[in-house]
C-alpha cells in the first residue's frame, strides 16, 4: 500500500538520514561488543596502547587460559547456576498460581489482593529494615538469603496475569467446572500446558535477572566460597583484584611471557566479561521473540 | 406507603443476603484460588510488609541485642541529624540532577529509536539492529561497570584513545568528579535505549495504516506523517513511562552508582541509596539509615502522587 507511491525527494531525504541515524546507532551499539571480544583474543601490548581497535591482534588464548585456571571462577559460575536453577524455580511457583488466580473474575478479593501487592511497588521499607528481618530469620549466608527476598517480581505477576485473562478463553474454565473439574485440576492440566509462552517468558525474565544480580549476594552472602559470579566478577572487574593473583597462578613460561601484571590484568578482564556474559548473549537472539513478546504483554495497561 | 417502602426494605436486604450467600459459596468453591494466591500473600506480607514493619526503628535507637521492639524511642533525632549534616544538600542534589539527567538524556533517545526504526521498510536490517540494539540490555551491571572502568581507563581505555586519536585531550573520566554523571547517563542510554523501544514499537504496530494511506493522498511527506501521526500515537505510553520514572527519581539506579563510586569521584557520585548502603550496612547505623532511607521513599512516594495528580488534570492518560 504504501509502497506503491512514489518516493518524493524530501521523503528520501528524510529516509537516507534516517537510515544513517539507525545505522549509527547500531554501530554505537555493537562496536564495543566486538571490540571487547577482540581484545579478549590480542595480546595485550597491542589493546593498551590502541593499536588493536577492531580486529585481534597478536592472537592469544592465554586470557581465556588464565580464567579457566582460576578455581575462584569456577565456583562462581556453579555458585550461580545453582541460584539461578533453584530461584526461577521458586520464582515460577509463587508466580504462576497467584497471577492465574488473580486472573479469574470470581475470585473473592483479588481486588484486595492485586492491591495489596501493588502498594510494593511504590513503598517499601527500604534497605536496612530487609536486612535485619532476614538475619532475624537465620537466613543470612545460606543460599536462602539469595532466592527467598526476591522470590517475586509484581511487575512479573501482571505480565502474567494479563497473559491468562487475554489468551485463556474463559468457556474453558466453565466447561471444566460443569464437568466437575476442580480449581487444582483446571490449573495443572489444562491451564499450565495452554500458558508454556508465558511461562518461558517468565522463566527467562527471572533467570536473566537471577544470573545477573549481584546486590543481595554481597550484602548477605559473607563466605567466598558461596559467592556467585557477579561478585567474582566485582571483584575482577571493579576491585581489580585480579592482578596480584593471576600472577601467582600462571606457570612461569606464560607468567615471562606476559610479565607486565597491569597487561595479564586487562587481558583478563575482557577474557573474564566474555566468559561470563556469553550464556545469556548466546541463547539470546533465538529467544529474542519471547523476552519481547513478554515486555508488551505488560505494555498492556490494566 | 409505608407498606412498599417496607417490602422494598426487606426486597433489597433479601437481595444483600443471597449476594452475601453468593459470595460465601464462590468463596467455598474456590477455595483452591486461596492456595494459589498463598506463596505469593506470604513473599509480599514478610518481605515487604515486614520490613515496613522494621521502619519504626528510624525513629528509634535500634540495638541489635534489644530488638525492634525493645529498643527506646527517639522521636525525629535521626531525621534532624541527617538535615542538619553537611552533607545533606550534596546527597540530595546528586541524587536529584542524576535522574534529572538519566530523565532528560534517557528518556527521549528510545522514543526517537523507535520512530527511526519504525520507518526502516527492509526486514533483514530492521531485525538485525533491533537484535543487536536490545542485546546490551541483558549485560550484567557488574559487566557494564567493568566495561565502563577498562573502556575510560585514563591509559589503555579505548575510548581515551579515540579521543586522542580525534586529536583532544582526554578528560580524567573515572576520577573526575565533573564527569561522573555524564558516563553513568550515557552508559545507562548505551545499555538500554535499544530495549527501551519495545515498548513504543508496539504502540506505534498498532496505528491504522488508513490515516497514513489517507496522508499520503493528501500530500504529506513521511517526516509530516512521523510529526502528525506517529507521535501521537505515542503520547499515552510517553505519559505512563514518565510519571513512572518522576516515581523513582530519588531512586536512581543505585548498583551502578555504587560499582562506579570510588573515593576521588565521590564528590558527585555519592546518592541517597549508595549513603544509606555504607551508613547502614558497612558503618551498622541501623536506625539513622533506615531513616534516610525512609526520607528517600516518602519523597519517591509522594512525587509520584504530585506527578500523577498533574497529569490527571491536564490529560486522561494518568496511573489511576
Not at chain 1, 201 to 205: G, K, R, W
Not at chain 1, 292 to 296: A, H, K, L, P, T
Not at chain 2, 117 to 124: A, H, R
Given at each position: ?33 566486538i571490540?571487547?571480544i577482540?581484545?579478549?583474543?590480542s ?26 585456571e ?8 556453579a555458585n550461580?547456576?545453582c ?8 520464582n ?7 497471577a ?8 473473592v478479593?483479588r481486588?484486595?489482593f ?17 536486612y535485619?528481618?532476614v538475619k532475624n530469620l537465620?537466613?543470612v ?18 505480565v ?30 489444562i491451564i ?8 518461558a ?5 527471572y ?6 544480580s549481584?546486590?543481595s ?10 559467592y556467585?559470579?557477579q561478585?567474582?566478577?566485582r ?5 581489580q583484584?585480579m592482578?596480584?593473583?593471576?600472577g601467582?597462578?600462571m ?37 529474542q521473540?519471547y523476552f ?5 504483554i505488560?505494555?498492556?495497561?490494566g | ?13 433479601q437481595?444483600r ?8 459459596k ?6 483452591e ?20 514493619y ?43 540532577s ?5 530523565l532528560a538524556i534517557?528518556?527521549p ?7 527511526a ?8 536490517f530492521?531485525?538485525?539492529t ?6 546490551p540490555h541483558?549485560?550484567s ?13 585514563s591509559?589503555t ?6 579521543i ?29 535505549a535499544?530495549w ?5 514499537l ?10 497514513h ?5 493528501d ?11 506517529n507521535?501521537?500515537?505515542l503520547v ?17 539506579g ?21 549513603f544509606?548502603?555504607r ?12 531513616a534516610v532511607?525512609?526520607?528517600n ?14 497529569v ?5 492518560n494518568?496511573?489511576?
Open positions: 500500500m504504501i509502497s506503491g507511491v512514489r518516493e518524493t525527494g524530501r521523503d528520501k531525504v528524510f529516509l537516507i538520514i534516517n537510515y544513517i541515524y539507525v545505522l549509527l546507532a547500531l554501530v554505537i551499539v555493537a562496536y564495543p561488543v571490540y571487547m577482540s581484545a579478549s583474543f595480546d595485550p601490548k597491542y589493546v593498551g596502547s590502541g593499536e588493536m581497535w577492531l580486529w585481534p591482534r597478536g592472537f592469544t588464548l592465554k586470557g581465556y587460559q588464565i580464567v579457566f582460576n578455581s575462584k571462577i569456577w565456583t562462581g559460575y550461580t547456576i541460584y539461578t536453577l533453584l530461584g526461577t524455580a521458586i515460577l511457583v509463587v508466580t504462576m498460581p497467584a492465574y488466580a488473580l486472573s479469574r473474575k470470581d475470585f478479593g481486588n484486595f492485586m492491591g495489596m501487592f501493588m502498594i510494593t511497588m511504590f513503598f517499601g521499607g527500604g534497605l536496612v529494615p530487609t535485619i528481618l537465620g537466613m549466608n545460606t543460599v536462602w538469603s539469595i532466592v527467598i527476598p526476591s522470590a517475586a517480581s509484581i511487575w512479573n505477576i501482571i502474567a496475569r494479563t497473559f491468562f485473562q487475554s489468551s485463556i478463553p474463559k468457556e474453558l474454565q466453565d466447561a471444566a467446572q460443569i464437568d466437575g473439574c476442580t480449581n487444582m485440576r483446571l490449573f495443572v492440566k499450565l500446558p495452554l500458558s508454556m509462552p508465558i511461562i517468558v517468565m522463566a527467562l525474565f533467570g536473566v535477572g537471577n544470573w545477573n549481584y546486590f549476594a554481597l550484602i548477605y552472602l559473607n563466605d567466598e566460597s558461596k556467585p559470579l561478585l567474582i566478577l571483584q575482577i572487574l571493579v576491585l583484584e592482578s596480584a593473583q593471576a601467582g597462578a606457570d612461569s613460561a606464560s607468567a615471562a611471557a606476559l610479565n607486565n601484571k597491569a597487561e595479564v590484568a586487562s587481558l583478563v578482564k575482557y577474557a573474564v566479561i566474555i566468559v561470563s556474559t556469553v550464556p545469556i548473549i548466546a541463547v539470546y537472539p533465538f529467544l521473540r519481547v513478546q513478554g515486555v508488551m505488560g505494555s498492556v495497561k | 406507603m409505608q407498606g412498599t417502602k417496607r417490602l422494598l426494605m426487606s426486597s433489597q436486604l437481595k443476603r443471597k449476594e452475601s450467600n453468593k459470595t460465601w464462590r468463596i467455598i468453591q474456590n477455595w484460588l486461596y492456595i494459589f494466591i498463598a506463596p505469593a500473600f506470604f513473599y509480599f506480607l514478610i518481605f515487604s510488609y515486614g520490613p515496613m522494621g521502619i519504626q526503628i528510624a525513629f528509634k535507637n535500634f540495638i541489635p541485642t534489644k530488638g525492634i521492639l525493645g529498643s527506646d524511642w527517639v522521636g525525629f533525632d535521626h531525621f534532624i541529624r541527617f538535615f542538619d549534616s553537611y552533607y545533606f544538600w550534596d546527597l540530595l542534589w546528586n541524587t536529584f542524576i535522574s534529572l539527567y538519566d534517557g528518556f533517545i528510545p522514543i526517537i529509536l523507535a520512530l526504526f519504525n520507518e526502516v521498510k527492509d526486514g533483514f530492521k531485525r538485525l533491533q537484535t543487536i540494539t536490545y542485546a541483558f549485560i551491571v557488574v559487566v557494564m561497570a567493568g566495561m565502563i572502568i577498562t573502556f575510560l581507563s591509559s581505555g579505548i575510548v581515551v584513545h579515540i586522542q586519536w580525534l586529536g583532544f585531550d582526554a578528560p580524567q573520566f573515572l576520577t573526575d568528579p565533573k564527569w561522573f554523571k555524564t558516563v553513568y547517563v550515557f552508559s545507562g542510554v548505551w545499555q538500554s535499544g527501551g523501544t519495545i515498548i513504543y508496539a504502540a506505534l504496530s498498532g496505528v491504522d495504516p488508513q490515516l494511506e489517507a496522508a499520503i493522498i500530500g504529506a511527506t513521511r517526516f509530516q506523517r512521523v510529526r502528525h501521526i507521535i501521537p500515537t499515552p505510553t510517553m505519559t505512563i513511562l514518565l510519571i513512572l520514572n518522576m516515581g523513582s527519581l530519588l531512586g536512581v543505585f548498583e551502578k552508582i555504587l560499582l562506579l563510586q570510588n573515593s576521588l569521584n565521590m564528590g558527585a557520585s555519592d546518592v541517597i541509596s549508595t544509606v548502603y551508613s547502614g550496612l558497612v558503618d551498622a547505623q541501623y536506625s539513622f539509615s533506615t532511607g525512609l526520607f521513599s516518602v519523597i519517591n512516594a509522594v512525587l509520584l502522587i504530585v506527578v500523577n495528580q498533574i490527571r488534570r491536564t490529560s486522561e494518568s496511573l489511576w
